[in-house]
Antibody, heavy 121, light 108 residues
Framework: EVQLLESGGGLVQPGGSLRLSCVAS????????MTWIRQAPGKGLEWVSA????????EYLDSVKGRFTISRDNSKNTLYLQMNSLRADDSAVYYC??????????????WGQGTMVTVSS | EIVLTQSPGTLSLSPGERATLSCRAS???????LAWYQQKVAQAPRLLLY???NRAAGIPDRFSGSGSGTDFTLTISRLEPEDFAVYYC?????????FGGGTKVEIE
């Protein structure tokens, strides 16, 4: 059974930083393409970033480019999202998600339970 | 980016009825790059269909999908009590991947 466990969310002031973590089990982590998808309170889903399995290439939503960095530690089966220069509109539940298939954009087949990020003064 | 528009916003139906949900794309996503997800209250989304019509593992056959190009449909043949939720379509053929705004299927 695949399990994804996120942590690291919390309350941060505008301009601040947070690092989200996602520990994966039940998969050969190093070969999987992993993504972060967020959902603002009461809103829909928004893809944020992807880290491709194999070549470790990265993809970002335009609005987070230069502020967020996705990375992984295969020895710890852990995915990260370093978030800097946070803004109020980054407030959301952040989900760690695996990608099935050959393309990094989806579909998204295993989801963690999410971790809440609130950016507010 | 490709904008996905889902309709209706809310669908009020009774258990046992048929639900038909629409997803329209601002440009073609082909026939294989469209997925559907179900999200229940306070839960993470769950993949239902991919490639427009292929059911994900463990998804019952009352869920079916069709369409290509810019127009796609999710059909739930007979609603079960556990099917009342929000449904999202998603395209993954163009960057960035995008989601529709969702259709809420509620009990009438």
């Amino acid at each position: 059974e695949v399990q994804l466990l996120e942590s690291g969310g919390g309350l941060v002031q505008p301009g601040g930083s947070l690092r989200l973590s996602c520990v994966a089990s039940g998969i050969t982590f190093s070969s999987y393409t992993m993504t972060w998808i967020r959902q603002a309170p009461g809103k829909g889903l928004e893809w944020v970033s992807a880290l491709r399995g194999g070549d470790d290439g990265t993809e970002y939503l335009d609005s987070v480019k230069g502020r967020f960095t996705i990375s992984r530690d295969n020895s710890k089966n852990t995915l990260y999202l370093q978030m800097n220069s946070l803004r109020a509109d980054d407030s959301a539940v952040y989900y760690c998600v695996t990608v099935t298939g050959n393309y990094w954009g989806g579909p998204f087949n295993n989801w963690g339970q999410g971790t809440m990020v609130t950016v507010s003064s | 980016e490709i904008v996905l528009t889902q309709s209706p916003g809310t669908l009020s139906l009774s258990p046992g009825e048929r639900a038909t949900l629409s997803c329209r794309a601002s440009q073609s996503v082909g026939s294989t790059w469209l997925a559907w997800y179900q999200q229940k209250v306070a839960q993470a989304p769950r993949l239902l269909l991919y490639g427009a019509s292929n059911r994900a593992a463990g998804i019952p056959d009352r869920f079916s999908g069709s369409g290509s190009g810019t127009d796609f449909t999710l059909t739930i043949s007979r609603l079960e009590p556990e099917d009342f939720a929000v449904y999202y379509c998603q395209q993954y053929g163009n960057s960035p991947p995008t989601f529709g705004g969702g259709t809420k299927v509620e009990i009438e």
